[in-house]
Structure formats: structure tokens, C-alpha cells
């Protein structure tokens, strides 16, 4: 418990240094927790992240073919047991980031070893080897995708007598449970703050309580303590769903938060800069549209959200990942080509196709392809987000 208290202390405390030194400017020459081949790790000799590598592997990939370059960001998901051929060919061929993993696809450990195995051997035979992305969401609670811990939910951490060390022991337990699976990456912890009681967010008590201060506080003890361990985390969902309603969700219909600008920041936001602070890897854009933002938009296909208040205002350069592509939200703004060429016009890095159909993946792919062939996305811009995936694929086992 020693260890865990010092582990959420440490967190704590870049948590306190984010949040009184303000936003860190693009560009800024380290990232907290230093992690050699993060992006923004800048000037480490030979680390995958440091700016002449970088823009060394960027030359290279502005010439590459557009469809592997595209198939870069896109993360996959199947249905069953077993991954199937095509799935495991996208991966040869250099032409997936990773996998999403849900219940469905897991009977037993050893047949979800025997998975990974299969998924990790078919990215060694890619042309050009990188370590897969292969995460889950292993939140806590309810919402676990395997077996293990952590056992409690954020809301239940935010109650423990100790909710710091209880923080640090979740995220130290959902690492031990992903590295023990093969996985590499936590699609949490979730930062949202909950404004009413038995909302969308706390009815399943998955926020760690009312005040952005103790949720920055506890989400950078997990998220510090599961990093601390090899696996990568991703806070979610920028700039955050504590206002939804029950029966708000995005899986299901379109979802228009109505939250005052300055709300927005001092509430919802506060949390992303404590974990920008504590070095998180990825950040998980929302589906709901703010129109206090952007009226227009949902904040994954939002520049002003991404762009302007995630990289801008909070200094974020790590990797952006979307919420599923699937979700019922974005009925209004086509197909998966569509959302696919919206959300990299956005500006985000990794794209969620978690409906369980390989085809999904491939309509991504083949819609980014196009965009970036004919040039309504910039290669540059493009190459810069495959940068920073490949950098994190780099930094993880």
C-alpha cells in the first residue's frame, strides 16, 4: 500500500503543477514523465519520439502508399473468439494500428492468449514491424472486458477511505491485467464529472465524484500508476459527458450538451490538464456537440475542440483516439467513409472501429486512403498523426 500511496502522490503532485502552471505550449520540450519515444520528447538522442527521428520518419512517410499510411490510424475490432483471416491480413500488411478487445472475444485465458499470440505474430510479419496496439476498456466495476482487476468502480474509489491509494492501486491493477492478457492499452480512466446524481456518467459509477479536483487528482493516480507499469492509458471523454442526462448516450442518438463555456473549463476540462500534467498517452474525444464551443460539431469531428481547446489550451501532443465509430451520434453525418475523413479533419490520430465488423476497418481505411490521394487531407498533417500513433507504438511492449 506504500508503494501505491508514493505512486498517487507523485501524481498528485504533476496533477498540482498542470493546474497552477497552466496550459503547456505546443511544442514544449518534455513531457513530464519523460517516457523515451513519447511525442513532445524532444531532443533525447535515439528516442523514437525526438524531432529528427521524427521528421526523418515523416519524409519517409509522405511517399508511402496511402493505403498503408491510412490503415495506420484505423484500430479494429471482430466478433468471436478468433481473429479472423482478414483481420490478420490488414495486420501483415502493415495496414492496422491495433485491436480493440471485448467480452465477446474472450472464453478463457488460454484461448485469449492463443488470440493475442496470432494477432502479435501476424504485426512481426508486417513489412515494416511495429508493436500492435491491442487495449480493451478496464475501467473498473461494471465496465471490465476481463476478468481482474481493478474490482472497483470510479465511484466506489472515490468513496474508499483512502481514495488516492485507491486510485493507484485500480491503475496498478488494470495494468497487471492487460500485461498479463498481452494487452498494451487502457482505454481509460474516465475523467468525467458527474453535475447530478444518477446521471448518464454516475448511474453506472463510472466518475469518481462531483469535484474536477478530486477527479483530476484520482484519474492522474490511476492513470500514473497503470503507465508507471507499461500500459498506456487514455483519458476520456474530452471535454467531458458529467452534464448528460440518463439516457443520454451517444451509442444510442445524438447527444447536444448545453454547458456554459466557463462550466466547460472549470469543471469538465480541469481534469484533461491535470492528466496532460501526469503524462498521459491518449485522450478520447466525446460524440456529444457543445455548442458553447462548437454548435456544429461533435467534439471528435470538432478542430476547435481538438485543435484549439485539447493541443491549444491544455497543450495536449499526445495521441487523439476517437469513441466508436459506430455510435448512433453520428447517424447524421454519413457512412464510415464519412465519419472516418471527418474526425482526421479534426485532428484525430487514431480512429475506433469497434463494431465488431472487419469491413468497418477496411471503409476507414480506404475513405482516408482517398482523401489523401487526392489531397482534401493534407499528407503532411496526415503523416504527423501516423508519427505520433507509431511513436506510442514504439514506447510499448
Not at 70 to 78: F, N, P
Not at 123 to 130: K, V
Not at 273 to 300: I, K
Request: with cysteine; aromatic share 4%; net charge negative.
Amino acid at each position: 500500500m506504500a508503494l501505491f500511496r508514493s505512486v498517487a502522490q507523485f501524481g498528485v503532485v504533476l496533477a498540482v503543477m498542470g493546474i497552477a502552471l497552466g496550459p503547456v505550449p505546443l511544442g514544449a520540450p518534455a513531457r513530464p514523465h519523460g517516457a523515451p519515444g513519447t511525442p513532445g520528447v524532444a531532443g533525447v538522442a535515439g528516442a523514437p519520439g525526438a524531432p529528427n527521428e521524427r521528421g526523418a520518419a515523416m519524409a519517409g512517410q509522405e511517399r508511402e502508399d496511402a493505403r498503408v499510411l491510412a490503415g495506420r490510424r484505423i484500430v479494429l475490432s471482430y466478433p468471436g473468439p478468433t481473429p479472423p483471416a482478414g483481420v490478420l491480413q490488414a495486420i501483415r500488411e502493415g495496414r492496422a494500428a491495433g485491436v480493440i478487445l471485448f467480452g465477446e472475444n474472450v472464453t478463457s485465458p488460454e484461448q485469449l492468449a492463443e488470440s493475442v499470440a496470432e494477432l502479435k505474430q501476424a504485426a512481426a510479419e508486417a513489412p515494416h514491424p511495429r508493436t500492435l496496439l491491442l487495449m480493451t476498456d478496464q475501467e473498473g466495476g461494471k465496465v471490465r472486458r476481463l476478468p481482474g482487476a481493478p474490482e472497483l468502480s470510479a465511484r466506489r474509489v472515490g468513496l474508499a477511505p483512502d481514495p488516492l491509494a485507491a486510485a493507484a492501486e485500480s491503475g496498478a491493477g488494470a495494468a497487471r491485467t492487460l500485461a498479463d492478457a498481452g494487452l498494451n492499452l487502457n482505454l481509460a480512466p474516465v475523467l468525467d464529472v458527474y453535475d447530478k446524481p444518477d446521471n448518464f456518467i454516475d448511474h453506472p459509477e463510472r466518475s469518481y465524484g462531483q469535484d474536477p479536483a478530486k477527479v483530476a487528482e484520482l484519474g492522474s493516480a490511476f492513470l500514473t500508476a497503470q503507465q508507471g507499469l507499461g500500459v498506456a492509458a487514455t483519458a476520456k471523454h474530452f471535454p467531458g459527458l458529467g452534464a448528460a442526462p440518463r439516457g443520454e448516450n451517444t451509442d444510442e442518438r445524438p447527444v447536444t450538451l448545453n454547458v456554459p463555456l466557463s462550466q466547460l473549463r472549470s469543471r469538465g476540462e480541469a481534469p484533461y490538464r491535470a492528466a496532460v500534467a501526469a503524462g498521459v498517452r491518449l485522450v478520447m474525444a466525446s460524440w456529444a456537440v457543445y455548442p458553447a464551443l462548437d454548435p456544429d460539431h461533435p467534439a471528435g469531428f470538432s478542430s476547435t475542440i481538438i485543435q484549439g481547446e485539447l493541443r491549444g489550451r491544455l497543450g495536449f501532443d499526445g495521441v487523439t483516439v476517437t469513441d466508436a465509430m459506430e455510435a448512433e451520434a453520428l447517424a447524421p453525418y454519413g457512412g464510415t467513409g464519412a465519419r472516418a475523413l471527418a474526425a482526421a479533419e479534426a485532428g484525430m490520430d487514431l480512429l475506433l472501429c469497434s463494431a465488431r465488423d472487419p469491413r468497418q476497418g477496411e471503409e476507414a481505411t480506404e475513405a482516408l486512403a482517398a482523401a489523401l490521394d487526392d489531397g482534401r487531407l493534407d499528407r503532411h498533417a496526415f503523416a504527423e498523426a501516423v508519427a505520433r500513433v507509431d511513436a506510442l507504438r514504439g514506447s510499448l511492449e
